[in-house]
């Protein structure tokens, strides 16, 4: 049977959890309709103010203009503008900013995964004599804020050293930088820590090249840790503003979150809050779709940064 | 500041049974040997690492320094100006205004959103039925691009009498509220726009550090009949600590970064009101159509950088008698 780490834990998260409350407690009027109430209060305020203003977005979406200025809370005084989205997709071109943000995420991911995992391969697997000079190197990276990289990193890609060509305006600015993530390395690293070794050694007894390991062996088992680099690399990537805002300058090349405060000013309200409403579909959807994958991550992030 | 709970432990705690590599070199005296030892395959599954951090973060942070200590224009060669860059900065009548808002929204987020989260993780731990859907409406926020989310919510704060928020507190006959037109309201709501689109992922943090607490200490508590409170307060918030250290400084790193919110609300207004550090930055560096003062940008990002690592440094210490208990 192989180990598959991440199974547990995943199953964990939804699992008992600790008996703050034993189940004598429960019992307990007090406790019951205490404890128990503060539960359910919190319920409303996270469907109030958790779903409440994306409601909002998706009714208004589909309301005309007027209406949602002059009366934004009703619900569909005088109907439903359903051209909103259709003006949106097309007129603003949201559907063309919406494919340059796929590409862009998609792009980004690719960068993600493979820098991490054939990083994490050779650090962990393979482990050459000076896996633990890269390795400080990588850990230094993580305690040097953002706003450190942003200029020279600007200057960079106007300027590369070595190669006079910008690459402004080129999606290879925002790739590539996009790989360069060391919390993705350490998360992969670990991971393939605790794969068990005795399966590398029999493959490689039976004449498997590190390569072959590689593609047959470490990366089949990492599906769990894949998805949790994936799902944090395609947010991340739809997320992103200041750098694509800065190194692309096209508007025909720009992403949805560039475009929509320039959006803004181009069109009327009910088309620009249906642009809104498109924009976060994907990631809603995604995060109801791979639900398991980002809580899992952000609970390894606060591990892993500590 | 260990923060692994032992559902973790298989991801992080544990050592790896075998030391060394895996054995695909023997004896490295040649470079045949060493090709044929596997050395030159482990280069180059390392290659896509070293050459994407070398470019695109080794070598920038290196520049930095380098650039802070130059005029760059981007046409003519850098010249060397030593400190003068660092001298301007601190000199622009700008900056204590910057540093005095960054610093009240870092203090605000820390009051808005720090204890929230912890008492919505403690009720949503001792949820027995629907906690996925506790969890999910916790993080949907966070999923939404903070974009959307500022621009949704620029809305919200919409100033006139029908805008939604003047709307709903109408209903209980509370203002209209200026929002974020107004010099004293503009940063608050800056934060609690902030809070909202952060909350969730610290809410999930503490989720995964409760599962970490040790229920026998519970269960001990409860046979010498301690109540909830005395229950939450001396064993969950104490067995927390580490964690509730480390999502602090966190915070406080993440808010001291602070720019879309000011850049995408006022853009730095009211009359500066909402100007951040990092909107200094930006605004040095890609305000003026002219040409940026990459040198002045550089300058103040590693002043910003130096500064949040001494004052990590002086929290790791004062917090070290309490983490380490």
């Keep these: 049977v192989i180990f598959v780490p991440g199974r547990r834990r995943a199953r964990s998260v939804e699992g008992s959890g600790p008996a703050l409350i034993g189940p004598d407690e429960w019992r307990r009027a007090r406790v019951k309709w205490g404890f128990g109430g503060a ?160 399966i590398f050694e029999a493959a490689r007894i039976d004449g498997a090249g590190p390569f072959r390991l590689f593609w047959a062996v470490v990366l089949p088992m990492s599906k769990p840790i894949l998805g949790v680099v994936s799902v944090f690399a395609v947010l991340a990537s739809w997320k992103d503003f200041l750098w694509p805002l800065l190194v692309l300058t096209n508007p025909d090349e720009q992403p949805l979150s560039v475009r929509l405060p320039q959006i803004q000013s181009q069109t009327s309200l009910g088309v620009f809050l249906a642009a809104l409403f498109i924009a976060s579909l994907v990631p809603i959807i995604g995060f109801l779709i791979f639900q398991r994958s980002f809580l899992r991550g952000t609970g390894l992030g606060g591990a892993i940064k500590g | 500041m260990a923060t692994v709970d032992p559902i973790d432990a298989h991801w992080t705690d544990s050592e790896p049974s075998v030391t060394s590599g895996l054995e695909y070199r023997r004896a490295r005296r040649t470079p045949v040997t060493w090709v044929r030892g596997g050395g030159l395959a482990t280069l180059l599954f390392l290659l896509p690492m070293l050459f994407v951090f070398g470019a695109f973060s080794w070598y920038p942070i290196v520049r930095t320094v380098i650039m802070s200590l130059q005029h760059t224009n981007l046409v003519s060669p850098a010249t060397w100006v030593g400190l003068d860059n660092f001298r301007a900065v ?31 993780a403690v009720l949503m731990s001792e949820v027995r039925r629907f906690r996925g859907v506790y969890s999910a409406l916790a993080y949907l926020p966070v999923v939404i691009p903070p974009v959307v989310a500022v621009l949704l919510w ?74 909830l409170w005395r229950k939450v307060w001396h064993i969950t918030i104490p067995q927390l600590r580490g964690v509730l250290l480390l999502t602090m400084i966190l915070q406080i790193i993440g808010t001291a970064q602070v720019f879309l919110e000011p850049y995408l609300f006022t853009s730095g207004g009211p009359a500066n009101a909402t100007v951040t550090v990092l909107l200094m930055i930006y605004n040095y560096a890609f305000g003026n159509s002219l040409g940026g003062d990459y040198g002045n940008a550089t300058a103040l990002s590693l002043m910003l950088a130096m500064f949040l690592a001494l004052f990590s440094l002086l929290y790791l210490r004062l917090t070290r008698s309490w983490s380490s208990k």
């Design chain 1, 39 to 198: 539960q359910a209060l919190l319920l409303v305020g996270l469907v109030v103010i958790g779903l409440g203003p994306l409601l909002w977005l998706a009714k208004s979406a589909i309301t005309p203009t007027n209406d949602t200025i002059t009366y934004p809370m009703a619900l569909f005084p005088h109907g439903t503008a359903w051209s909103n989205l259709q003006e949106a997709w097309s007129n603003v071109q949201v559907g063309r900013y919406f494919w340059n943000t796929v590409v862009l995420a998609i792009g980004s991911w690719f960068a993600q995964v493979f820098v991490a995992t054939t990083a994490g391969f050779a650090l962990s697997v393979l482990r050459p004599k000076y896996a633990k000079v890269i390795t400080a190197l990588l850990l230094t990276t993580l305690f040097v804020p953002a706003v450190v990289l942003l200029v020279p990193l600007y200057v960079e890609i106007v300027h590369p050293p070595l190669i006079h060509h910008s690459f402004i305006d080129s999606y290879w600015a925002v790739w590539l930088p996009a790989g360069a993530s060391a919390f993705n390395v350490v998360l992969v690293t670990r991971f393939f820590d605790n794969l068990p070794r005795e």
């Design chain 2, 90 to 120: 601190l000199n622009d009548p700008l900056l204590p205004k910057a540093v005095e808002n960054t610093a009240e929204f870092a203090g605000l987020a820390l009051i808005f959103g720090y204890p929230v989260p912890l008492v919505a």
């Design chain 2, 154 to 227: 620029k809305t919200f704060y919409d100033a006139s009498p029908t805008g939604v928020f003047n709307t709903i507190l109408g209903w209980i006959h509370l203002g209209p509220y200026p929002w974020l037109q107004s010099q004293q309201t503009a940063l608050p709501s800056l934060v609690l726009e902030s809070t909202w689109a952060n909350a969730g992922g610290t809410v999930i943090i503490y989720l995964a550090a409760l599962t970490g607490v040790n229920r026998e200490l519970y269960e001990a508590a409860s046979v010498d009949g301690a109540s």
